[in-house]
């Protein structure tokens, strides 16, 4: 009886060791740090044809239908290209700036706000001063070029996955902030329609009003760090290189403050049924995709494409949640994360976890720079990470950011591997995405930080370098590495 036993173990230990390895993930990977460094404020990447096109070439453009598949492609490009006379810290540190204000507005937003099911009335004769859209937040970190109105007038316009509305700054302006373009007229457009305040896109606002004279529909919106766009809600046509989308619900600014950066106005991408990918579902096949190059190591733009060729097949995916209280997010299932080819004990599912009444979770997002995680798992993951690195000369915290090293005099160093499990999709993360330059004296800098909120936020540092897609048909998320070639 005793040899049975004995020999049961050994087959069975012969059996498990013989497996392959369920974890075959590399413990450490090179980094060159003299190949990355703080971007610059690059001139953009749009070239002479996205400008204003002839009425006739217009004509002679593709129309999409309401139930066409057809597929855009379009460059990116980040808000720092925007800027002037600045020096890479200077808009590193402004860009750290920003990402603060954004994952404290996220936050808040996320707490605060109650269960979206209804549709809203109108308040007759505009707004009270307390008004606070639930809509959108923050302005995002990237761009692109589109045409707005018949004819195309082009201007820059923030793309934003954090929020649920298109709008602009419209003429007649009573506050404008300063944009790279002359400001959106209206009148000039001959496809331009205001929306009644009976109709049901004035009633899938948050906080609409009601123009009592003209019966015609306002919209607010208003961030988190003061910022706001108040104007008429109306119809019009957008062109995306000589591609027109005709019928698209945007916000027309008439009086608008804040932060914003030189851009028009927003493109929001969120989940909502007002944001472009919400109102144009059907024309784009409910999917649309991103790839954000790394700058520091890259001259080649950013792109975002709508439609079924957004869908890369080498992507994982992972599916998306929903959130009971709040339709703008996209919600995942972070289940833990390796460093150094290990799974980190300290990083459980259950510190992710959406709750039944909307607490918690995780979500990704274009507009937040840096990750954040729930601070538990960050320390976990941050001492896990400090342990692989050892080797490696510590400097001075920086800003955010609480473990940092000294690289000047390394050609290449050797940096444990970090790897997100989401559920159906391991995320191997190049070391370029979680080892970031902060000056240009080669210090470098773990590129997350932990947050005293419940909400954890996979930024847009992480996600470079993947083509991040988008299917909402199929209700997933999924990530295609090496996907902006």
């Known amino acids: 009886m005793e040899g049975r036993r004995k020999a049961l173990l050994f087959t069975l230990c012969f059996f498990f060791f013989s497996l392959p390895s369920l974890s075959s993930l590399p413990a450490f990977q090179t980094l060159i740090p003299s190949s990355h460094s703080l971007p610059s404020a690059s001139p953009t990447s749009f070239q ?33 290209a925007l800027s002037t006379n600045r020096t890479p810290e200077e808009l590193f540190s402004s860009r750290l700036q920003r990402d603060s204000r954004r994952v404290k507005s996220i936050a808040t937003l996320a707490a605060r706000i109650p269960r979206r099911n209804t549709t809203h009335a109108p308040r007759p004769g505009g707004f009270s001063s307390s008004v606070v859209s639930g809509l959108s937040q923050g302005s995002g970190e990237y761009f692109t070029r589109l045409g707005v109105g018949t004819p195309a007038r082009y201007v820059y316009m923030v793309l934003d996955t954090g929020s649920d509305i ?33 109709s049901p896109l004035c009633r899938r606002l948050d906080s609409a009003g009601c123009n009592t004279r003209r019966r015609t529909c306002l919209y607010q919106v208003s961030y988190g760090d003061g910022s706001f766009t108040v104007g008429d809600f109306a119809t019009e046509t957008l062109t995306f290189r000589r591609n027109r989308v005709k019928g698209v619900a945007v916000g027309c600014g008439h009086d608008n403050e804040g932060l914003f950066v030189g851009a028009a106005g927003l493109l929001g991408l969120g989940k909502g049924r007002l944001s472009f990918p919400g109102q ?60 150094g080819g290990a799974r980190v004990p300290g990083v459980a599912a259950s510190l992710f976890k959406l709750d039944q009444i909307g607490n918690g979770g995780v ?26 690195a050892k080797s490696l000369k510590r400097a001075p915290d920086y800003s955010l950011f609480d473990t940092c090293f000294d690289l000047s005099k390394q050609n290449e160093v050797k940096v444990p591997t970090v790897v997100l499990h989401f559920r159906g999709a391991d995320v191997s993360l190049p070391a370029t995405n979680y080892l970031i330059p902060v000056d240009t004296n080669g210090k470098f800098c773990f590129a997350f930080a932990g ?23 199929g209700s997933r998320v999924g990530f295609a590495p090496r996907g902006c070639a």
């Open 280 to 339: 144009t579902g059907r024309r784009f096949n409910q999917k649309f995709s991103y790839c954000l190059v790394d700058r520091s190591a890259s001259s080649k733009p950013s792109s975002v494409v709508f439609g079924n060729a957004a869908v890369s097949r080498t992507a994982k995916f992972t599916p998306l949640l929903s959130n009971p209280k709040l339709d703008t997010f996209y919600y995942v299932e972070l289940l833990g994360i390796s460093v």
């Open 48 to 80: 002479p044809e996205s400008e204003p096109v002839s009425e006739s070439l217009l004509g002679s453009g593709s129309e999409f239908g309401s139930d066409s598949d057809s597929s855009i492609t379009l460059n990116l490009d980040h808000i720092d």
């Open 363 to 388: 979500i990704i997002d274009s507009g937040t720079s840096v990750t954040r995680l729930i601070r538990p798992a960050y320390i976990a993951m941050r001492d896990a990470f400090r342990v692989g």
């Open 451 to 473: 947050t005293m909120s419940g909400l954890s936020i996979i930024g847009n540092i992480q996600q470079q370098g993947f083509r991040v897609v988008y299917d909402l048909m």
């Open 166 to 198: 298109v709008w602009l700054q419209c003429a007649p302006c009573r506050r404008c902030y300063a944009q790279s373009d002359p400001i959106f007229d209206p009148r000039k457009s001959r496809t331009y329609s205001t929306i009644r305040c009976s």
